[in-house]
């Protein structure tokens, strides 16, 4: 079997690795074992962060929901508890935007649920 050089292919590989890194610190963004390791595993932050994105919003909904709730005499487990008994299909991102930019028709939703 012949021989395979890498040459160009290794140089198209670095540059493009290294326009990847730019911006990074030190030798992450310079030399291409470190630029590597580094490109690597910020793919594996990225993916991980964009599912952790998801748990991080809920929360937030669920504490402004609550906030909101309490100004109008209830607790956020008590609201939930009442909208599954009652069948209320708002979830939970929904009530957050209404709580938040019109509390007038939330307390609306609050009354007609309690």
């Known amino acids: 079997m012949s021989r395979v050089k890498k040459a160009t292919n290794a140089l198209k590989f670095r540059k493009k690795l ?8 030190h030798d992450r963004s310079k030399k291409e074992r ?3 390791e580094a490109y690597v595993h910020a793919g594996k932050y990225a993916f991980a962060h964009r599912k952790d994105k998801k748990n ?5 909904w669920n504490i402004r929901l609550n906030a909101a709730l309490r100004v109008n005499g209830t607790t956020y487990s008590k609201f939930i508890g009442a909208m599954k008994k009652k069948n209320i299909l708002l979830n939970r991102k929904m009530l957050s935007e209404l709580a938040n930019e019109h509390p007038d028709s939330f307390k609306r939703v609050v009354m007609q649920v309690m």
């Open 56 to 60: 991080d919003f809920r929360t937030l």
């Open 34 to 36: 470190a630029a590597w």
């Open 18 to 25: 290294l326009g990847k890194t730019k911006g990074y610190r």
